[in-house]
């Protein structure tokens, strides 16, 4: 496994700040968004955590693996990037296949690094393994127990009333007991599965406001650092949807830090923008990747579709409480000190100093990195890009001057953590090739 040094020159200081993050609520805001990628399965996460956490309540299991069972059908579906792969795993029989086992792969290799995840990423790993399929392997129970409450879940007609449909789905999953599914779990599901208020909480509690309100599971709660290597990691869901933006946020969230240094900051805001950085394109996670790849130009409709993943953006990281800031630093990147920006339309005025120092980082990343559809701008023409900027006063001209006269250095921390994070995306494409269907 490749060991990044993606802090490099980050001057921190470990366990310096006495903040906590509670991920529990970043996450299930997460989970919510990857519906976005398909409207018609909108709440499938939820469900399923729903109905998971009653099938290993029953089946005995013990809190903590409650827990991570919740964590693990939040997050499932984390290796799926386009709606047309959303919407082939809502048909019931797909049990095999190289496109299941790719998108399990994906997710797996997405979140094994998240130490405090625990056991989420290998449950997420073997949730499509059929019971009488497992070669060998030692496959975790909730492994199976998510399997048999995601198929469930896509038995369900939203649009009909619940009760009436009991019947069918629980004889729909009986018939492959033994064979896809583990047969202590479906009489396990008939058993929860005969009281109405199983259903009723399927159909009703499925929503973000009542699953953080409700204990439905612990708080999860890492210190501030903890939060920060998430954010990084996560940067790889994010830019790994797509070729033309691998190696972005990571880049975004360095040369944001080092411009906050280089005009004096306190420690703990560099940090926090570090994080805003890393976080600024989280939206992209309910943006089909077909459009976000698409290497002609975007039809109205599509770049209207693109548009959105600003304001997801900062609906997602409006949930994380003890840093509510990160939502505007993180989702203003789009927005111009005219009000012709999006997608607020806010003015100078209204845009913080942080979320210009966002704003002018993805710039210069934009600007500098290579992309599959352009080359880097050389120096020179770099850098008279940011000082015409700086003439239209579009984008903050103090900030445009300073990485216009530390262009070098920039550039250099660009490259660095550039080359590294694309080690990680070659492994990552090595994964897909491996499951990619003939």
Same mark, same amino acid.
């Given at each position: ?6 802090? *490099? ?8 700040? +006495? ?36 099938? $290993? ?20 579906? @984390? ?56 070669? &060998? ?11 048999? #409450? ?5 038995? @369900? ?30 009489? /396990? ?7 109405? $208020? ?30 920060? +290597? ?15 933006? #691998? ?49 002609? &130009?975007?039809?109205? =409709? ?7 993943? =600003? ?28 009000? *012709? ?6 003015? =100078? ?11 002018? $980082? ?17 120096? +020179? ?8 900027? #700086? ?6 001209? +103090? ?6 006269? &530390? ?23 090595? /994964? ?7």
């Amino acid at each position: 496994m490749i060991k990044l040094n993606y802090m *490099k020159n980050l001057e921190f200081h470990k366990n310096s700040y +006495n903040l906590t993050i509670n991920l529990k609520e970043l996450i299930v805001s997460i989970s919510k968004a990857i519906d976005y990628i398909s409207q018609d399965l909108s709440g499938h996460h939820l469900r399923v955590a729903l109905i998971s956490s009653e099938i $290993a309540k029953a089946f005995g299991l013990k809190r903590k693996e409650i827990d991570d069972i919740f964590l693990a059908s939040l997050l499932h579906d @984390i290796g799926m990037f386009s709606s047309r792969e959303k919407l082939d795993l809502s048909e019931f029989f797909i049990f095999t296949g190289s496109e299941l086992e790719l998108h399990s792969e994906k997710a797996y290799f997405l979140l094994k690094d998240m130490d405090f995840l625990g056991s989420v990423p290998q449950i997420i790993r073997y949730h499509h393994t059929c019971w009488n399929n497992t070669n &060998n392997y030692n496959i975790p129970i909730e492994s199976y127990i998510l399997h048999l #409450a995601d198929r469930i879940e896509v038995l @369900i007609d939203k649009n009909n009333e619940i009760l009436g449909q009991q019947k069918d789905i629980l004889d729909r999953i009986k018939g492959f007991s033994g064979t896809v599914f583990m047969p202590e779990l479906v009489y /396990i599901f008939e058993r929860i599965s005969s009281v109405e $208020a199983f259903w009723y909480r399927i159909v009703t509690d499925a929503d973000i406001s009542y699953i953080l309100d409700d204990q439905i599971f612990s708080e999860f709660r890492v210190d501030f650092e903890s939060f920060l +290597n998430f954010a990084r990691l996560f940067t790889h869901i994010i830019d790994f949807r797509s070729p033309f933006t #691998a190696l972005h946020s990571v880049a975004v969230s360095r040369i944001a830090y080092m411009i906050s240094k280089l005009i004096g900051l306190s420690e703990l805001t560099c940090k926090k923008i570090l994080a805003a950085g890393y976080l600024h394109d989280i939206g992209k996670i309910a943006i089909p990747s077909e459009i976000l790849e698409k290497n002609s &130009n975007l039809l109205p =409709a599509e770049f209207n579709i693109i548009k959105k993943h =600003a304001y997801y953006s900062f609906k997602i990281l409006q949930s994380i409480s003890e840093i509510k800031e990160l939502c505007k630093w993180a989702g203003f990147h789009h927005e111009r000190l005219d009000g *012709k920006g999006y997608p607020f339309h806010l003015r =100078a005025d209204e845009l913080p100093l942080e979320a210009r120092i966002i704003t002018i $980082a993805d710039i210069f990343t934009a600007v500098t990195e290579t992309r599959p559809y352009k080359n880097s701008f050389i120096e +020179n023409d770099a850098v008279k890009i940011f000082q015409n900027m #700086a003439k239209n006063e579009i984008y903050d001209k +103090n900030l445009l001057t300073l990485i216009c006269d &530390n262009f070098r250095s920039l550039n250099e921390e660009r490259i660095d953590v550039q080359s590294q994070i694309g080690q990680v995306y070659n492994d990552f494409q090595s /994964i897909c090739l491996k499951y990619k269907p003939r």
